[in-house]
């Protein structure tokens, strides 16, 4: 986006607000990013914000305007809900088609969006459709764009398009909102886990898409640490043996699949293995395998079942394709 631009849409805004106008402000947030820091490195860290950062300001500069960045996320203003969800789209595409390219190096953001009249100082914006953005993006997983479920009344979407509501959720320091996700693939059938911290995606196209929630395995480490860490000799022997065990039992209930984390972010469903268990969904890739724990045994049965139908489905038309080719 051009100087002249960015300050025309920077006028825009300050118009708008001036006159009570309701202004949108997204969040982006790179999922799992404090673990790929412990584990790649500082530099290898870095250079995954500047590639996230670079396709970010490309999509947000044809809608709205790159407000700051925030290291591992970035924050932007948009004069209608609209065009924020149409910026938070083209992103959340790139992003897709930048993971296929790199499957062995992926990168996962999550977006937030809400709408408000925050107070617009020379550089930045306060207030509480501020936080709420960021929150929201801090909530949502990989691909996901969230927005609170009062901002879709008034909104319209672009068609191919969806709200989905998700319910109540607690968002940290502002107690409970109501969510609603913008849908922007085209998809059959999607799964969680019990702690809905991995979501599954069957697509039209025949792939599924791995959603992974905000760096789940570093505060699941963080507080095993912490529990494992306590001292006989200053809680007393039972009290330390009652923590180990509750952090033993709490990593064994959670059961996250942290091998998600190296699994190709979207994969054709008949290049997978999907099994179930009880209430675990295993899923054999050509990367390695993962499972969702604590899965609805019935959705999970409907889930592999539709993933089937479709594989056999796109295997019948390619066939018939070479058929036809030949």
Known sequence: MSWSRTLRVRQLLRAQLEMGEVI????SDIRGFSTYASEMGDRA??????????ILKDRISEYGILVKS???GVMAAFETPTLAIRAAVSIQQAFRERNAANPEDPIDVGIGIAAGTPVMTDIDFIGHSVNLAQRLSGQAKSGQILVPASLQGGTSLPEGLHFVRMGERVLKGMGSEQLAEVVWIREVARISDALDQITLILTEGGTILVELAKDAKQEVRDAMEQLQRARAEEDGAFSAFLQRSIARFTK????????????AREQDVDK?????RGNTLSIDTTDGSFALKGVDPRGAQEFIGRALELSASLQKTAESRFASDS
């Open 24 to 27: 949108a402000l997204l969040f």
């Open 45 to 54: 860290a870095f250079r995954l914000t500047q590639v996230h950062e670079g």
């Open 70 to 72: 925030l290291g591992d």
């Open 252 to 263: 064994r209930v959670i059961g996250l699949p942290f091998s998600a984390f190296r699994i």
């Open 272 to 276: 997978l293995k999907l099994s179930l």
